[in-house]
Nanobody, 128 residues
């Protein structure tokens, strides 16, 4: 079965760090641009970051620039999101999603509709 699975979420204090992982099984993630999204209760799902299939180009939402870092390991078939200096507003369910069909350095806009393959999400809670 083809799957995309997030892991690494949990409870962390403000100012703390978490590292999320998105692992693919049943397909080769290296051929896909991959995005991270999050959704808080009562709010729309919002884009956090995106990385091209090559790993050489990427983008971040303004709210996380300087705090989050996206990366990928195409040997391990994973994409990671390192989250530092976490704030309560970072709380939500974090999803990874993938899309293919373009060049190695291309990535789509950070809109959920642009991504076609989704994981089930992992909960991140930032609270003191």
């Amino acid at each position: 079965q083809s799957q995309l699975v997030e892991s690494g979420g949990g409870l962390v204090q403000p100012g703390g760090s978490l590292r999320l992982s998105c692992a693919a099984s049943g397909f080769t993630l290296a051929y896909y641009a991959v995005g991270w999204f999050r959704q808080a209760p009562g709010k729309e799902r919002e884009g956090v970051s995106v990385i091209s299939s090559s790993g050489d180009t990427f983008n971040y939402a303004d709210s996380v620039k300087g705090r989050f870092t996206i990366s990928r390991d195409n040997v391990q078939n994973t994409v990671s999101l390192q989250m530092n200096s976490l704030k309560p507003d970072d709380t939500g369910v974090y999803y990874c999603a993938a899309v293919s069909g373009y060049g190695r350095d291309w990535y789509p806009p950070l809109r959920p509709v642009e991504f076609h393959r989704w994981g089930q999400g992992t909960q991140v809670t930032v609270s003191s």
